[in-house]
């Protein structure tokens, strides 16, 4: 019998999502013969104790004799329990720096780490993530934040509503002719868009946004090869952008004169270009007044993103001439929405959907005893860098 554990969140703040819903551990326990899942007391979950209990799931502080560990986000070292098989996102992938202590301890106690933002399809798409719900928080909060900055427009808060709550805040509201720019293909631009539609904004062309003025809102959905050229032969291939982005220079500078709100979902990494550089904020033309960096990658593809905003406190303002941090809705600021947890805003949702992924695609696979997939997602496998992460000797402390 193979045990599944849900294991009690440990980083502060407290992560309120889970990776499973009590209905999910249901089902679970009565569709799979040979798999039983736990869950460990916690006070912080969107769904209480009670509710696992009232599914029929055993609720209980010691989860030392499960197999699998599901969690949400890094589980403090001090929590790690050696030899077991954990499924978290451990952003170690990029190497963080932050996160270095916390792999090497994973080295350490043998353990076998299955990170969720590796686990991907055969076209290389990510299968499972918050990342629809990071898209419709985000988005919501952006409109929010334009909406203050300009005083056009008064929109409340979240307030972890459900999504179908949120929904009918959007009856009535009347959004000026503003132009949006949104960047991305994931699931993360999917959930922007799903907001530009409930607000009834349109979508139009990078010509016709470039070049006409509307009477009504708009947006640009704008992705790689609307955003990336090669430096030489001025083209853009998908792969080849993948392996060599150093080769590519971005072509959004031509948006911002012509946008109003930026709504960031793009991946970014180190090699990638961005966006713009600091010094576009202090240019006539920088007409860009919010900035929703739902991907939320400081100093990354949106360079006065000067670190992470609060689900309390969303937006900060950066000063388009010093580039200092101030307050929001200042006459020469342009703002920023970073909040790094957006789904906890509906948590409830995005664990529903989460856990819905993790079932279709990937339970069987664990219970099977891996697969390729599971193969390429593995971190670190019994206390070993797994195959696709050996370029991550140096950072695991281990002899190259």
Known sequence: ?????????????????????????????????????????????????????????????????????????????????????????????????????????????????????????????????????????????????????????DLDRVNSRSFNELIHTYFGLHIPPVKIAVTGSGRVAHGVLEIMNLLGIHEVEPDEYLEKKFSYPVYVHLKGRDLYLHKEQLTYHRNDFHENPSAYKCIFDQYIPHTDILMNGIYWDHDIPRLFEKEALSRPDFNIKTIADITDDMYGSVPCNLGDSTIDDPVYGVNKQSFEKTAPYLPDTVDMMTVGNLPNELPRDASRYFGQQL??????????????????????????????????????????
């Open 359 to 400: 079932i279709k695609f990937i339970l069987k696979d664990i219970v099977d005893g891996g697969s390729p997939i599971i193969e390429k997602a593995t971190i670190v496998k019994n206390g070993n860098l797994g195959s696709n992460f050996q370029y991550m000797k140096a950072y695991a402390g281990l002899a190259i």
């Open 1 to 153: 019998m193979l045990k599944f554990g849900l294991i009690r969140e440990g980083k502060n703040p407290p992560d309120n999502r889970v990776a499973l819903t009590p209905a999910q551990c249901k089902f679970i326990n009565k569709t799979q013969k040979d798999l039983v899942v736990f869950v460990q007391s916690s006070p912080n979950r969107c769904y209480s104790d009670q509710e696992y209990i009232q599914a029929g799931i055993e609720v209980r502080e010691d989860i030392s004799d499960c197999d699998v560990l599901l969690g949400i986000k890094e589980v403090p070292v001090d929590m790690l329990i050696a030899n077991k098989t954990y499924l978290f996102f451990s952003h170690t992938k990029k190497m963080q720096p932050y996160n270095q202590k916390l792999l090497h301890a994973i080295i350490e106690k043998n353990i076998t780490l299955i990170d969720y933002e590796c686990l991907e399809h055969e076209d290389g798409k990510r299968i499972i993530g918050f990342g629809f719900f990071a898209g419709v928080v985000g988005a919501h909060n952006g409109i929010m934040a334009y909406g203050k900055k300009t005083g056009a427009f």
